[in-house]
């Protein structure tokens, strides 16, 4: 495995690790332009009381306000968790070109699992998709999540 994905999925593993400590579901994203991360994020949806507020959204968002731009058309997203179909969406409208992500998401996976968002021929877009980076260690923070949620009776 590449060592530079490693180095940048860590990067959004920490950021994963902080939505957990937070009581949010630990998602991590970063976005790279070049070398240069531009773009951090975890998921925020009971902070922010926004269903919207995965770590991708976010993440795209605040690198499209440092490129001063929409197209992040020369930039890599870095995800823990393989992107849902809202994510998956906006990843192909902001043109970002390769997703590299962690862990695969049996219930809501728009990338591999559920659906191929990312690599849909009907659609003007598409991106190089990179899987399972860090996928253990990604998926596994997921699981003791929501473990400990089961265990404190809440929904996760």
Known sequence: MCRLHEFYMRQAFALAQQAAMEDEVPVG??????ERVIAGAYNQREQLKDPTAHAEIIALTQAAAELGSWRLENCTMYVTLEPCPMCAGAILQARIPKVVYGATDPKAGAVDTLYQLLRDPRLNHRAEVISGVLAQQ???ILTEFFEMKRRMGKKG
């Open 29 to 34: 994203a970063i976005i790279v332009h070049g």
């Open 138 to 140: 990604c998926g596994g």
